[in-house]
């Protein structure tokens, strides 16, 4: 995954990207770092500094300019549909589903569905007494021999008996 799917990864740029517990993430996602970017308060977007040499002696340094969105950080139990693009900095919560093809630029909330470019708030998955419920019980940190014996629960589609349950 880190080859293909993580972009512009230098970690002294100091942007991490952290994944929870039980993400689904399809085929040809890809989490696009922080030095991805370009300076933009300047002429010239192009990193010089790259060129090396007097051209790297002659600028200031490219990684400095660059604007610092902070960590990456994806919930538990996120699915992605293919070919998702993830802008650095965004959050996305506990739950979310993120639509094939969709380029996420702004942070989504738990248990929300998103979709598009950019992505969109579509629907929230559950109501909110259901999404309290989830984000409390933080089913995904259960030890094995417990969250074995909920999954009759996490696969259970009739979402009032699931209340009750949890």
Same mark, same amino acid.
Request: aromatic share 10%; hydrophobic share 40%.
């Given at each position: ?16 990207? @952290? @994944? %929870? ?12 770092? *922080? ?7 300047? &002429? ?8 090396? %040499? ?15 969105? %902070?960590?990456?950080?994806? *919930?538990?139990?996120?699915?992605? *549909? ?7 900095? &965004? ?11 969709? &380029? ?5 909330? !738990? ?31 259960? !030890? #094995? ?6 999954? #009759? ?14």
């Amino acid at each position: 995954m880190k080859k293909n799917n993580i972009l512009f990864n230098y970690s002294e740029f100091g942007d991490r990207l @952290i @994944i %929870g517990k039980f993400c689904s993430i399809a085929s040809g996602t890809q989490f696009i770092m *922080g030095s991805a970017n370009h300076r933009i308060n300047s &002429v010239s977007t192009y990193p010089f500094a790259v060129m090396g %040499g007097e051209w790297a002696k002659r600028v200031p340094d490219h990684l400095a300019q660059l604007p610092f969105k %902070g960590d990456t950080v994806i *919930g538990n139990d996120v699915w992605f *549909g293919r070919h998702c693009v993830i802008m650095p900095g &965004v959050h996305i919560g506990d739950g979310a589903i993120i639509g094939a093809h969709s &380029v996420v630029t702004k942070d989504v909330k !738990p248990y929300t569905i998103v979709g598009g470019n950019p992505a969109r708030f579509i629907r929230k998955r559950f109501d909110d007494e259901l999404i309290e419920l989830l984000l409390q019980w933080k089913w995904w940190d259960l !030890p #094995p021999e417990r969250l074995v014996d909920a999954l #009759p629960i996490l696969c259970n589609s009739d979402l009032d008996e699931v209340k009750k349950q949890i």
